[in-house]
């Protein structure tokens, strides 16, 4: 009975996001809602051939090197126009799979996105990880790059380390989301890891421009950046500014915390009096244990990253996901750290803490907002 059950679960939910697809699709004529339903019914009747097939990508070919020239044509440039904020949306770990119940918490996680996109009405979306996870992410993967598509708005996503656990690895998942238009993932140097690229944001005004924001996205792995990845980072914070001529403000943005998110909230958390001390502009909750990079005595590894980004000194915002009840900010070191707003209630959740982060690039630099959405 259980699984009889279960298979009729299956085929609503399938029928349903095959819907959803083929009327995502159907406004560019790729097929029609029939296709779909064939498609959600082949997934359900060969479910076995599907959770033991891998889906393996096309590496990328790129080579990157501390010596390359930085080259705006390199990254993908958005426009702001002087006087108006530039406005992105955070959204992170909303955990989309095929036939795991997380396939049904898709659907709260879906209309949560799509109401906040028509709230914040944002000019860029920035996924911060772990996008799909469990053993089969196939039609996952398709179900969520079909719904960013639907927005017709840029968006940029990194890795998370549950996104690579299923039969499809990286290099898949972003063939798979590259092929919407408005994706602006970058696979880069795969020394680094899948998915470190640049975005950034130049100012208008009349017949001049500027760059006022330089986006850094990173691929923290399974743990957190490599020694590769914070040369590069390095690189990209001196070279935008040897393209605009001036110091260039950069906002990074990962999955996993680093270090200095545990340093930062045990410098600023008071637990006796269970408040924040002044002086380091902190707000929020943490709910759950910081899951940075740890040794085997459970102490917080300091890889080096935070010394670089106190070395080039524009970073002024790091954003992350990864901790699903964890959504506090904090100024450590004049750099703000900041835990975005989970979307959805998969793979653990904290009543209430279902939303997205709205983060504003404007005259004053950069601030954010987490929104919250029943």
């Known amino acids: 009975m259980k699984r009889f059950i279960s298979v009729i ?4 939910l399938l029928c349903s996001a095959a819907g959803m697809t083929a009327g995502a699709a159907q406004s560019t004529g790729e097929y029609t809602r029939m296709a779909g339903l064939k498609e959600a019914l082949y997934a359900l009747f060969h479910m076995h051939e599907i959770l033991n097939t891998e889906y393996i990508g096309t590496p990328s070919t790129d080579t990157w090197s501390a010596d390359d020239t930085y080259r705006l044509e390199d990254t993908a440039v958005l426009t702001k126009q002087s006087g108006e904020d530039f406005v992105i949306l955070n959204l992170t770990d909303m955990h989309f799979a095929d036939y795991d119940y997380r396939a049904f918490t898709a659907f709260l996680a879906s209309a949560t996105m799509k109401r906040l996109v028509k709230r914040v009405q944002p000019d860029l979306i920035t996924v911060t990880g772990d996008i799909v996870c469990t053993d089969s992410t196939v039609f996952a993967i398709k179900r969520i790059t079909d719904l960013m598509n639907s927005f017709a708005i840029p968006w940029a996503p990194v890795f998370g380390n549950h996104d ?39 100012e208008q005004d009349g017949e001049s421009d500027r760059i006022v924001q330089s986006i850094l996205m990173m691929d ?5 950046l490599n020694e590769a990845q914070i040369e590069w980072y390095k690189w990209a914070c001196e070279g935008i500014q040897t393209v605009t001529g001036e110091p260039t403000e950069t906002t990074v943005f990962f999955h996993i915390p ?10 600023a958390w008071d637990a006796d009096a269970e408040s ?15 899951c940075c990079p740890r040794d085997a005595d459970g102490q917080p590894i300091d890889n080096g990253f935070f010394a670089a980004v106190k070395e080039v000194g524009t970073t002024e915002n790091i954003f992350c996901g990864h901790e699903h009840m964890n959504n506090f900010s904090v ?9 975005t707003l989970k979307v959805g209630i998969a793979s653990g959740f904290k009543p209430g803490f279902n939303g997205g982060t709205k983060i504003v690039i404007g005259e004053n630099g950069v601030s954010f907002e987490h929104l919250y959405s029943l």
């Open 220 to 224: 923290t792995h399974g743990s957190h």
């Open 9 to 12: 679960l299956c085929v609503l």
């Open 331 to 339: 100024v450590y070191e004049n750099v703000r750290m900041t835990y």
């Open 164 to 202: 690579g656990e299923g039969n499809c690895d990286l290099n898949y998942l972003a063939d798979v989301m590259m092929q919407s238009p408005y994706c602006l993932l970058r696979k880069g140097d795969p020394a680094l890891g899948v998915g470190n690229y640049i975005i950034n944001v130049r």
């Open 258 to 267: 680093c270090a200095q998110y545990q340093y930062a909230y045990d410098a």
């Open 276 to 290: 924040w001390r002044e002086g380091f502009a902190a707000s929020g909750e943490c709910n759950e244990k910081i």
